[in-house]
């Protein structure tokens, strides 16, 4: 059970670093840059809830941001990423509006990291 666990576990944190990767294509978009610069602390906060690290996530919240993060590096989407600028316009989008409908949360575990890391 234990072994099931941890290989859930590293699954889940092997979405988080390709979402991450992926990211390095959105970066170069200039008017997506900033839709997803906060996409970072999103992916860390989601590691750290995946690791017991950070408790304080509501349930919504996490289900939202790994629903984001999987339709963001799944092969399936609205527009297909090998479409230029616009195959990576979809997953932008998903990531900024959960962004900003979390933002409260996000700010929240911002602060928590600030005060783990100053400790």
Do not use: Q, R
């Not at 304080?56 to 339709?71: G, L």
């Not at 799944?74 to 195959?87: A, M, N, V, Y």
């Amino acid at each position: 059970m234990n072994n099931k666990h941890e290989n859930l576990k590293a699954k889940a944190i092997s979405f988080v670093t390709k979402t991450l990767s992926f990211l390095k294509k959105l970066g170069n978009i200039s008017f997506i840059k900033k839709w997803v610069l906060d996409v970072p602390k999103l992916c860390d906060m989601l590691t750290d809830t995946i690791n017991g690290v950070y408790k304080n996530i509501p349930y919504s919240t996490f289900v939202m941001v790994a629903t984001a993060i999987i339709y963001t590096i799944s092969p399936i989407d609205i527009l297909h990423d090998k479409i230029p600028i616009l195959g990576v316009l979809d997953d932008a989008l998903i990531l900024k509006f959960v962004i900003e409908t979390i933002k409260n949360d996000l700010e929240i575990y911002t602060s928590w990291k600030e005060i783990k890391e100053t400790s």
